[in-house]
């Protein structure tokens, strides 16, 4: 089973930018569809975003559309979200996974990583 490493995150203040990286590790990540999800505590963990097997199909929740973007590097076993114009609603620990089947659901996705706390204050 794959398993998944992020990291990039951190503290920053309102309008700035962070990419968040996910080492994959175990298998390789070519074929399989992956997310980003995130969770602040006493809340369920939300879908940011999704990204096919391919890179030819891409999903964003609504409040992160035109500001995130999340890309794949197969060769590197590598997935990534960039973030721009944070804003403090967009604090919490992002997790990224992997899934056998596209979906925006975190219940349909099989691997985890330990997630990366991301701090918007200012």
């Known amino acids: 089973q794959v398993q998944l490493v992020e990291s990039g995150g951190g503290l920053v203040r309102p309008g700035a930018s962070l990419r968040l990286s996910c080492a994959a590790s175990?298998?390789?990540?070519?074929?399989?569809?992956m997310g980003w999800f995130r969770q602040i505590p006493g809340n369920e963990r939300e879908f940011v975003a999704a990204?096919?097997?391919?890179?030819?199909?891409?999903k964003y929740e609504r409040a992160v559309q035109g500001r995130f973007f999340i890309s794949r590097d197969d060769s590197k076993n590598a997935l990534y979200l960039d973030m721009n114009n944070l804003q403090s609603e967009d604090t919490a620990v992002y997790y990224c996974?992997?899934?056998?089947?596209?979906?925006?659901?975190?219940?349909?996705?099989?691997?985890w990583g330990q997630g990366t706390q991301v701090t918007v204050s200012s």
């Open positions: 175990g298998r390789t990540i070519s074929g399989l569809p």
């Open positions: 996974a992997s899934a056998s089947v596209f979906s925006l659901s975190a219940g349909l996705y099989e691997s």
């Open positions: 990204i096919n097997w391919s890179g030819s199909l891409i």
